[in-house]
C-alpha cells in the first residue's frame, strides 16, 4: 500500500500534537519548521541537541525565507541522523522539497517531512515509547501511520550488482527487502504480515552465513603464495561490502518486526478486552 503523501498530513500532524510542541496547531504552523525541530530534540537531545534547536527561527511565521531556512537545517541535519545513526540510505522518493513548504505550504511535500520525523521515532532509542504513544491515537489515525512507517523502512534495492561478475566465479543476487513485502498488500492480517517478516529474516541469516564463509575461505586464499591476490583482494572487499549492508537490512527488519509485534499485541489486547466486556453484558 502506498500513500499519496498530500493525504496523511492530517493524520500525521495528529501524532506531532502528542508531543505538545509548540507551533503545532495547524499544518499551516508546521510550514515553520519549529514544531518539527522541537519533536526531533525531544526524540534525540543528543543528535538535536539544543545548540541546533537555538538556530531554528521562531518568529519565521510569516517570512516564507526564514521557514525554508528552518526546513533546509532541518532536512539536512535528519538525513545526517538516518545515516550516521539509522544506517538507512532515504530514497529520492522520501525527499521533501522544503521550499515548496516554506513558499506554497505544500501538503504533499509537508507529508514527505513528517513521514521523515516518524522514521525517526520508530526507530530511535526511544521508539518504544514511542510505539506506545502512537497505539493511543485513533485507529484509523493509527492506519495511516503505520502506511507511512512501512513506507519510510521499505529498503531500496541494491544498485551494486551489475558489475561484480567481472571477477571469476563470484556471483551475487541482490535482492530487494520490504518492511512488508510486496505481496503483503494481499492480506490485511498483522499475523501474516508479522509470518512474513520472519521469513525475510530467516532469508537473510542463511546470506549472511553463506557470505561468511566464503569470507573466511578467500582470507585463507590470500595467504596462498600461488593464487593471484589482486583478484582474490577486490572479492573479499565486495563481500565484506555486501556483508554489512546485509548485517543493516537484518537490523532493519527485526525493527520492522518489533514495530508490528506491538502493533498485534497491542490489538489483540483491545479485542480481548472487548470480548470480555461484551460477554459480561449478555450474562447479565
Known amino acids: 500500500m502506498s500513500l499519496d503523501k498530500a493525504e496523511p ?10 508531543f505538545q510542541v509548540p507551533s503545532c496547531s495547524s499544518k499551516r504552523e508546521l510550514t ?4 518539527i525541530a522541537h519533536v526531533l530534540n525531544r526524540l534525540d537531545p543528543a543528535w538535536f541537541n539544543e545548540t541546533w534547536l537555538g538556530r ?3 518568529e519565521s511565521e510569516d517570512n516564507w525565507r526564514l521557514k525554508v531556512s528552518n526546513l533546509k537545517k532541518i532536512l539536512k541535519i535528519t538525513l545526517e541522523y538516518y545515516h550516521d545513526v539509522l544506517g538507512h540510505q532515504v530514497s529520492d522518493e522520501h525527499l521533501p522539497d522544503v521550499s515548496l513548504i516554506g513558499e506554497m505550504g505544500d501538503a504533499t511535500e509537508l507529508g514527505k517531512l ?7 521515532a520508530i526507530s530511535c532509542e526511544k521508539k518504544e515509547e514511542q510505539i506506545q504513544q502512537i497505539m ?24 551494486e550488482a551489475g558489475s561484480l561478475e567481472t571477477y571469476g566465479d563470484f556471483h551475487f543476487q541482490s535482492r530487494k527487502y520490504y518492511f ?16 512474513d517478516l520472519e521469513h525475510q529474516l530467516s532469508q537473510t541469516l542463511e546470506e549472511k552465513s553463506s557470505l561468511q564463509a566464503e569470507i573466511r575461505s578467500l582470507k585463507e586464499r590470500l595467504s596462498d603464495p600461488l593464487d593471484p591476490p589482486t583478484i ?7 563481500l565484506q561490502s555486501q556483508l554489512e549492508q546485509l548485517q543493516e537490512e537484518n537490523d532493519r527488519l527485526e525493527s520492522s518486526r518489533d514495530v508490528l509485534g506491538q502493533f498485534i ?17 449478555f450474562s447479565r
Request: aromatic residues 4%; glycine residues 4%.
Open 56 to 58: 531554528i527561527k521562531e
Open 9 to 18: 498530513c492530517d493524520s500525521l500532524l495528529t501524532w506531532l500534537q502528542t
Open 114 to 120: 513528517m513521514q521523515l520525523v516518524l522514521g525517526c
Open 32 to 35: 515553520s519548521g519549529v514544531a
Open 136 to 159: 493511543t491515537l485513533e485507529e484509523s489515525v493509527q492506519h495511516v501511520v503505520m502506511t507511512a512507517i512501512q513506507e519510510i523502512l521499505a529498503k531500496e534495492p541494491s544498485s
Open 232 to 238: 582474490t583482494g577486490k572479492k573479499l572487499l565486495l
Open 180 to 195: 512488508l513485502s510486496e505481496e503483503a498488500d494481499e492480506s490485511e492480517d498483522p499475523s501474516w504480515r508479522w509470518r
Open 265 to 281: 499485541d497491542d490489538k489483540n489486547s483491545r479485542l480481548n478486552h472487548r470480548l470480555q466486556t461484551q460477554s459480561r453484558l
